[in-house]
């Protein structure tokens, strides 16, 4: 993503180009990166330095999440993409990559004064944070994102109480703090690619600067839906990449047992990510020093 900025508070998105390489290790070898899709990326990085370099960037971020931080050989995966793009890649940690989300959550919308959970589904992990208007609060990540789940539960059926049963057992043990008074927490926030494709299908459009909300029963439809569905029909019925089409129902019920084991009857999707997150930090390193 590259973007060109009138001000520290506009900026217009000038070139996008998405590249769904899963970087998340196989069970076979689960503390390391494999040899095809680290190719792939270091090819992907290279056509990276081209653009940047027609589009005359002058500052830039590239960072890597879950999938990589937990590799036992990310320090060469991280070295071979500087050496073959010159392309500097900081592996950071979840730390870090909550409070890039909540930069971008921030300055999408409002926060009102109010205290509010951020649940982030990625492919590697899930991150779940509480925030205000002031600062990022706390946070905790755990490795079963949508692909790690996938991963190690596709050859079961779907819907199968084992993989329920997994996903309940690892959000007890994230010990997430959660109070039920309205006037303490507003509600939660959640972001990632399944989150914003589960709206979609329940026919919510997107609008630029505006925010859905999915309610427990949206994702309890959608789960439903795509148990009744093949891989293959979901993508040649519900028009669902590839890549999102296998991950799509771990990811679902994912969300879904978060909702019904913290007592969340909807999530405020504001469809904003890490990506804006580093935009909007980048705006600001760029002004300050201006």
Not at 102 to 129: C, E, M, P, R, T
Not at 148 to 163: N, V
Request: aromatic share 10%.
């Amino acid at each position: 993503m590259i973007a060109e900025y009138q001000d520290l508070h506009r900026y217009k998105i000038i070139y996008r180009e998405r590249n769904p390489i899963r970087l998340v290790p196989p069970l076979e070898q689960p503390n390391l990166l494999a040899a095809e899709p680290m190719e792939s990326a270091i090819r992907f990085f290279r056509k990276s330095q081209s653009i940047m370099h027609d589009f005359q960037v002058r500052c830039y971020r590239a960072v890597a999440t879950s999938a990589v931080r937990e590799s036992e050989n990310r320090e060469l995966f991280r070295d071979r993409v500087f050496k073959e793009s010159a392309i500097r890649l900081e592996v950071i940690d979840s730390a870090e990559e909550a409070r890039l989300m909540y930069i971008a959550v921030k300055n999408k919308v409002d926060l009102l004064g109010h205290n509010w959970h951020l649940f982030d589904i990625g492919g590697g992990s899930i991150q779940i944070s509480l925030i205000n208007a002031q600062k990022l609060v706390w946070t905790v990540s755990k490795p079963i994102g949508a692909v790690r789940l996938w991963e190690k539960f596709k050859e079961t059926p779907q819907c199968h109480p084992a993989l329920i049963a997994y996903i309940h057992k690892e959000l007890t043990q994230m010990d997430i703090p959660v109070d039920t008074s309205e006037d303490h927490f507003r509600g939660c926030f959640a972001t990632g690619g399944s989150v914003e494709e589960a709206t979609r299908l329940v026919n919510q459009t997107f609008q630029q600067g505006f925010t859905d909300v999915l309610s427990i029963a949206h994702l309890r439809a959608t789960r439903e839906l795509l148990a009744s569905l093949t891989i293959e029909q979901r993508i040649e019925q519900l028009g669902m990449a590839a890549d999102r089409a296998d991950i799509m129902l771990p990811a679902i019920i994912l969300v879904e047992e978060f909702c019904s084991l913290f007592h969340f009857p909807s999530l405020v999707i504001p469809y904003t990510s890490l990506r804006e997150g580093i935009l909007w930090e980048i705006a600001d390193r760029y002004y300050s020093r201006s």
